[in-house]
């Protein structure tokens, strides 16, 4: 076993939910072999040709992280994962965090064709296929942003990949629409946290009142200028918003899930042209935070 690949423990946890071998155009090539070259890709941010040959062909690699982006099988596998350490009282929903981070995208990001991908074999498009490729121009050149909800053991439960000059605030709403951890017993998944914690760029009336209509208690700041124009409409300007300074020291629990998808290189730099692939990228760097328990 080399430097990075999945252990004898990871892999019992993630075989049972990856696709069939042997099915209808021949025979896969050994699944773990292969992911542990999508990890090894992920961990030195190396090119997809220069990938040691003890993970075989480059090219069986790159289609195969390429294919399960593209139709949601590392999606799927999230998931399961999450239902997993859910069952076996693993996931701290006391607290679970959302924050963004900035990724620079590398000069070979950009360059994408106009033209919209398929699903090899299939007429339709990736999942988290988007027109903008999600990639956009700020201050610091050519960037993409990871908006991601945190639960309290520093795991991502939801993330969504958007152009960097994006704001916080509007993405609040659907990361937390993309909670949903199964319970492996039958029911409804769980998609409601005990407790929200957030930094004041989250702080929106529209934020505040979708969470208070889904009964989610929240800990985020109110700017100074948001409580001064409240002040300013006097009773119009509704109650002052809550805030507890002890839950909200547990935001950095959120930070610290980032620097640990950030271990990974292709992660912390994007080298993706499309968005799809990218957010598969950082999927299965959640994923193997997972499989580290």
Known sequence: ??????????????????????????RWASHRKVINGILFRQRTGVPWRDLPARFGSWKTVYERHRRWSADGTWDRILQAVQADADAEGRIDWSMVSVDSTSCRAHQHAAGARRKAPRIPKKRSTPRQHRLDE???????????KIHLAGEGGRRPLALLITPGQWGDAPQLIPVLERVRVARLGGGRPRTRPDHLGGDKAYSS??????????????????????????????????????????????????????????NFRAVATRYDKRAYVFHGTVTLAAIRLWLRG
């Open 134 to 144: 999600g990639l956009g121009r700020s201050r610091g050149g050519l960037t993409c």
């Open 205 to 262: 009336r529209r934020n505040r009142r979708y969470l208070r209509r889904r009964q989610i208690k929240h800990t985020i700041p109110e700017p100074k200028d948001q409580r001064a124009t409240r002040r300013r409409r006097g009773s119009k300007g509704g109650r002052p918003t809550g805030f507890d300074t002890t839950l909200y020291k547990r935001r950095n629990e959120v930070e610290r899930t980032i620097n640990r998808l950030k």
């Open 1 to 26: 076993m080399g430097r990075g690949d999945l252990t004898k423990a990871e892999w019992a946890r993630l075989k049972p939910y990856l696709p069939q071998s042997g099915q209808r155009g021949g």
